[in-house]
């Protein structure tokens, strides 16, 4: 499975996993988008991404890590 930066759900449950030690409320925009493109398959435009993914990214991430 090919990961989108439409997949934000998707994204933060991986994040979550793949960062346990990590509180989210910690990670800045850059930071995050680094590691939402570092997870296994993602494949999209780097430059699609904006603040309002992230930020809905990083809500999702919350939820998931709580």
């Known amino acids: 499975m090919s990961l989108q930066w439409?997949?934000?759900q998707?994204?933060?449950i991986q994040l979550a996993e793949a960062h346990?030690?990590?509180d989210p409320r910690t990670v800045n925009f850059v930071a995050l988008r680094t590691m939402a493109m570092q997870l296994d398959g993602f494949d999209d435009d780097p430059n699609r991404c904006g603040e309002k993914v992230l930020e809905a990214i990083q809500a999702l991430w919350i939820e998931?890590?709580?």
């Open 20 to 22: 346990p030690e990590v």
């Open 10 to 12: 998707e994204i933060a």
């Open 6 to 8: 439409v997949d934000v």
């Open 64 to 66: 998931e890590a709580d």
